[in-house]
T-cell receptor, first 115, second 109 residues
Framework: IAGITQAPTSQILAAGRRMTLRCTQD?????MYWYRQDLGLGLRLIHY???????GKGEVPDGYSVSRANTDDFPLTLASAVPSQTSVYFC??????????????FGEGSRLTVL | GQNIDQPTEMTATEGAIVQINCTYQ??????LFWYQQHAGEAPTFLSY??LDGLEEKGRFSSFLSRSKGYSYLLLKELQMKDSASYLC??????????WGAGTKLIIKP
């Protein structure tokens, strides 16, 4: 089934540990995004990539890094996790950037708890 | 700063009609989106408005007034499966999506 796959679905992590959330899409979309969703707040953009080989910082990039070596994969890394990074993380993609509808397709989310 | 406002929670009755409002103040405007998100699931696209007026899609309609910085999502013939959060998002002048916190819609039988 075409779409976006995120892994892991859920993870409990000790503070200070390194963690990579994986995201793979098979729709050949150019643009990919990482959001975090916290109760009472809107989705907040962490990092994005308009095309393979390029990345950009979103609204809340501190403590996170991304890479975009190819079209399909867009992993998000927490170098040294802190409790404030406890959240639900969504990866998303779109087949356009800055034009027409730019509908986002979301993965199922990764629930991360940092203790 | 940029801001999207929508009610935190609304309650409606099965079979009825509900209107979820969204007001926005953003640096520029390149379209407004509505997404539906069931609890524990990913958001899914509902509608996109870039011109003023009403867009109808089955039981769901979305309205936009750019001069007022205002949109609403209208849900008709409510069903229990419509219980979800509804997210309003605006594409700003830099083509970045600004998201509201979402409106949790509770449907009662």
């Amino acid at each position: 089934i075409a779409g976006i796959t995120q892994a892991p679905t859920s993870q409990i992590l000790a503070a200070g540990r390194r963690m990579t959330l994986r995201c793979t899409q098979d729709m050949r979309h150019n643009a990919m995004y990482w959001y975090r969703q916290d109760l009472g707040l809107g989705l907040r953009l962490i990092h994005y990539s308009n095309t393979a080989g390029t990345t950009g910082k979103g609204e809340v990039p501190d403590g996170y890094s991304v890479s975009r070596a190819n079209t399909d994969d867009f992993p998000l890394t927490l170098a040294s996790a802190v409790p404030s990074q406890t959240s639900v993380y969504f990866c998303a993609s779109s087949d356009s950037q800055g034009s027409d509808t730019g509908e986002l397709f979301f993965g199922e989310g990764s629930r991360l708890t940092v203790l | 700063g940029q801001n999207i406002d929508q009610p935190t929670e609304m309650t409606a009755t099965e079979g009825a009609i509900v209107q979820i409002n969204c007001t926005y103040q953003t640096s520029g405007f390149n379209g407004l989106f509505w997404y539906q998100q069931h609890a524990g699931e990913a958001p899914t696209f509902l509608s996109y408005n870039v011109l003023d007026g009403l867009e109808e899609k089955g039981r769901f309609s979305s309205f936009l007034s750019r001069s007022k910085g205002y949109s609403y999502l209208l849900l008709k013939e409510l069903q229990m499966k419509d219980s979800a959060s509804y997210l309003c998002a605006v594409l700003d002048s830099n083509y970045q999506l600004i998201w509201g916190a979402g409106t949790k819609l509770i449907i009662k039988p």
